[in-house]
């Protein structure tokens, strides 16, 4: 008679097949699994809007910077402005390049047209590039981890509270379909929250790394020619 009383509790959906129900009534390692990879999935989200953010507005600061660059102003000028305290990637690179090269047409003796002298340009518009794009990636290996492992850890859940649920029902003797199915659909929710994880943690870093990607070029081709026009200058000053 208990045994059919418990039956009939477990196939309640009010009470148990709910998600809230099911979550109130898992075993505590599962309780766990699933906490831990909702509250991966909210940081998640999080990252995926933070970076939205900073992407988007890096490229609109970077039109904006690009549109002062190429209208014929004054390089110095704009590097008074704009170059000594850079707030976007673009111009920290244009910083980077033109401080160098002031700096060396300052020492005394030095020929500002020779080859170690763009080098040492080169490199410090290549070592902000990296430094900008490290800042703007970071967490995305966050992603990454989120995405590969989050079905497996989801997967661990499943596989306990089945193993829980397998003891339960073999403690009582019953197999009975109102007594097997809420402690399966339990366990299944764990394998749930962690696809719910995983699946935008991918999408959003294979996106993300895309238009990072295509930032990263964008500056190395704004760095190139930016290293064409000091080299012409210092060719037109020896």
Known sequence: MDQAVNATQLATPGSTLSLWGLFLEADIVVK???????????????????KYTVIRRANRQ?????????????????????GQKPDNPMAAVFGAAMGE????????????????????????????????????????????????????????????????????????????????????????????????AAIPAVLAYNKIGTDLSRFAARLEGFGNEFSAILSRQTEERA
């Open 62 to 82: 970077g039109h904006a910077f690009e549109d002062r660059f190429w209208s014929g102003g004054s390089l110095e000028d704009l590097y008074e402005q704009e």
């Open 32 to 50: 766990l699994v699933i906490l831990g990879l909702l509250a991966a999935s909210v940081w998640v989200w999080a990252i995926i809007f933070e």
């Open 101 to 196: 090269w002031r700096r060396t047409a300052r020492i005394a003796g030095t020929d500002i047209g020779h080859t170690a002298v763009k080098e040492r340009v080169d490199r410090a518009m290549t070592v902000t590039i990296q430094r900008e794009m490290e800042r703007m990636e970071r967490w995305l290996i966050f992603l990454a981890s989120v995405g590969s492992t989050a079905p497996f850890i989801g997967l661990f859940g499943t596989v306990w509270g089945i193993m829980h649920s397998f003891s339960a029902i073999a403690a009582m003797h019953n197999t009975n379909l109102a007594v097997v199915a809420p402690g399966i659909a339990e366990a299944l929710f764990a394998t749930a929250i962690g696809l719910v």
